[in-house]
């Protein structure tokens, strides 16, 4: 089979790829979940089950996803539907990409806006807002915000504008550039923040709560959390990945390139744990705050600390970076989609999704005020987009997508892309794409769908 270009371009190289997924996989989450999960679920010994359902479940299916766009060089839509056709099956299977790409674009509407968030914390800490704050003002700060549409339209507005010039540039002048940008901006801040922490807060004590191997912990519950997080954490089942991969190299590795965004996704959330920890129980708060750690706790740590203020400008410059790479991915797909279907201009595109998106982010950011009482299945609109998507959509596009890399796609095509022979390695990943991940993304899908109803 001939070669195929994608009509948006592609990576320089392979590290471009490598960090431009991990930009997509590091986010919000990432950055205080993570290493909150890994404490309270046995530190150590839940890191070494996790990256058993890394290896297991996010892996393979992330290397399913890479294989297809690549395969297609299309957006995930038209990837599905030809890769589809191409092994004998129904044109159908563009639903996938469809569901993925819609997902993306209703995880950007709320998550512009908890960026936006980040971006008044940024604009806080370097006015000095924050220094000397108690927990009492600081909650006051954070809910007031909330409840304040004005300025929460603003910081949306900014963010939806920030993701929306990149994603017009295309992926060489705009996806490229920023990741060569951020990326290495994002490491630095990083490192800046760990060596602060190290002569600051209590190293010791962040430490033992990571890495302290504790198997009294590690109950049946801490290896859902971790087989759910090996999901989430990469980015599946919403497209950006199937989209990055239309974009890479065709003498790049799949296998060792998707190996190494996975390593470098875990080894970022470890970091900024050992950034965030060792300040938190310096002051004798609660590891555990949940999106409060991000808000109300460690404003109040860094504004009661020396050089607090700087640095606390810093880690929110660095949340606001993690924001800013992941939610590019989630609109790349839609951007691609349009150019692709209906020849538009990428400018043109962008206009039509920022302004769409920015309309549905003002009813997520009005849940906290003026549109409180409006609500579906009992959720206001905020909470449904979220339920909506992390429960329903994500581990069903990831079901999905497994089964019709293992089940429907020639093998020939999977060992082509793949470029492995039919040796242990291929059949590794092979039983794991049919059996092991569709398996475990359903019983993530089924007991977080349980625990949302009966809870």
């Known amino acids: 089979m001939q070669e195929k270009q994608s009509i948006h371009g592609a990576w320089a190289n392979r590290w471009i790829f490598i960090l431009a997924a991990t930009g997509s996989a590091v986010g919000l989450g990432n950055i205080w979940k993570f290493p909150y999960i890994t404490g309270e679920n046995g530190g150590g010994a839940f890191v070494l089950v996790y990256l058993v359902c ?39 299977w563009s639903f996938v990409g469809i569901m993925g790409v819609l997902s993306g674009f209703m995880i950007f509407s709320f998550y512009s806006v908890v960026a936006g968030w980040v971006l008044h914390y940024v604009a806080g800490m370097a006015s000095g807002d924050f220094v000397g704050i108690g927990s009492e003002d600081a909650g006051k700060v954070f809910n007031g915000l909330l409840g304040d549409w004005k300025t929460l339209l603003i910081w949306h507005s900014i963010f939806v504008v920030m993701v929306m010039t990149v994603v017009a540039g295309g992926v060489n002048k705009g996806l490229e550039r920023a990741t060569r940008i951020m990326m290495p901006a994002l490491f630095v801040l990083l490192l800046v923040l760990l060596g602060y922490s190290m002569n600051t807060g209590h190293f010791g004590a962040g430490w033992n709560f990571l890495f302290q191997f504790d198997l009294s912990k590690l109950s049946w519950d801490a290896v859902l959390v971790a087989l759910g997080h090996s999901f989430f954490t990469l980015s599946l089942g919403m497209g950006a990945i199937m989209a990055y991969g239309s974009y890479m190299p065709k003498k790049a590795s799949i296998s060792s390139t998707v190996l190494t965004i996975a390593g470098m996704d875990t080894l970022v959330a470890l970091i900024a744990g050992l950034a965030i920890f060792p300040i938190v129980f310096a002051n004798g708060m609660d590891p555990g705050a949940g999106p409060g750690l991000m808000f109300v706790t460690l404003p109040v740590a860094f504004g009661q600390m020396a050089g607090g203020q700087i640095f606390g400008f810093l880690f929110f410059v660095l949340i606001a970076v993690a924001a800013w790479t992941s939610a590019i991915s989630l609109m790349e797909p839609a951007a691609a989609w349009l150019v692709e279907t209906f020849g538009m201009k990428r400018s043109t595109s962008c206009v039509l999704l920022a302004l769409t998106v920015w309309g549905l982010g003002i009813m997520a950011l009005g849940s906290f005020n003026f549109m409180s009482d409006v609500t579906f299945f009992g959720m206001n609109t905020f909470d449904f987009l979220d339920f909506a998507t992390a429960n329903i959509m994500l581990p069903l596009g990831g079901i999905f997508i497994s089964l019709f890399v293992g089940w429907f796609v020639k093998k020939r095509v999977n060992l082509d892309e793949l470029a492995l022979e039919e040796n242990g390695l291929f059949y590794t990943w092979y039983i794991s794409i049919r059996f092991i991940a569709p398996v475990a993304v359903s019983i993530i899908f089924l007991v977080n769908l349980y625990q949302k109803i009966a809870g």
């Open 54 to 92: 890394i290896l297991l479940v996010g892996v393979p299916i992330m290397m399913g996803e890479v294989l297809v766009g690549r395969r297609a060089r299309q957006s995930p839509i038209n990837a599905m539907r030809e890769i589809a056709v191409e092994s004998g099956h129904s044109a159908k």
